[in-house]
């Protein structure tokens, strides 16, 4: 015999109110009265025998047992909305997509134009920053990482190698008569040498490091910032060539070297295992993988 449900009204109600931390703003959201928001808690931990939340004065928090089930309750809660939405009609409504903002820059931005033409009743919502986001918690369906692909529960499929190398504008290179060997660069300014990525290029490239240390440079916090200020000639930067083929192409960078470094990062498709099968995440994975494929020509492994 399978164990008996608890009420769903009083599933949605714990589960608004575990997001918020506030019995108010659940109300706000589901549409309710305070009162009524306390009666569905109120049932729902008569029914389970033991206490949700912890009440204080103008606030409420999770007890343990709590938050132990309010994980649970979202991913059953998301389960039930995409088998809702799958059963309407397949992909469609919105796709939040969380990414790194140089990957949503300069390679997600110039090729959705073949996704919305191919899925044009599934709207594609960008999300960037380096925030490691939390599936159970914010409303995000899929993210683009860097790093070794290992996030326990997620699905993820490798999508290219995080290399990088040297890149800078012509008329920079130009100002010492050319960039011909790596040393031909400490004749420049460097773009945030504190970067680690410096330290392994140059041992690579068999120059020393130790000068590293000495040069001033600011951080930019993004690729696509450092090579936008390379492009305009203010030093050399060291990026990921994958993400400015374009701008490698129309002559603004210049990858003078063949030389590239890579530590072990690679650029990766995260979703929660337990919807590799909802539509809009299918219809955008395939996309995805089939896009960088057809431009990059990326050999690697797809999912582990």
Known sequence: ????????????????????????KAAEELGMTQAAVSYQIKLLEERIGAPLFL????????TEVGQQMAPA????????????????????????????????SNWLAQHLGSFHLAHPTLAVRLDTSNHLVDFTREEVDV?????????????VHKLFDADFTPMLSPGLAASIGGVHEPADLLR??????????????????????????????SSMGAQAYEARAAMAGQGVAIVTRALFSAEIAEGRLIQPFDIVGNDGNAYWLVYPEGRRNVAKIRVFRDWLLAEVEASLGNTGPRAA
């Open 1 to 24: 015999m399978s164990s008996p449900l608890p009420p769903l009204a009083a599933i949605r109600v714990f589960d608004a109110a575990a997001r918020h931390a506030s019995f108010t």
């Open 143 to 155: 993210a683009i990482r860097s790093g070794g692909g290992e996030w326990p529960g997620m699905a």
């Open 73 to 104: 309750v979202a991913d059953a809660l998301n389960l039930l909305r995409d088998a809702y939405a799958t059963a309407r009609g397949g992909a469609q409504g919105i796709l939040t997509v969380s990414t790194l903002l140089t990957f949503a």
């Open 55 to 62: 009440r204080r004065p103008r606030q409420v928090s999770l």
């Open 188 to 217: 420049l300014p460097i773009l945030d040498p504190g970067d680690p990525w410096w330290r392994e290029w140059f041992s690579r490239a068999g120059q020393p490091v130790d000068w590293l240390a000495e040069r001033p440079g």
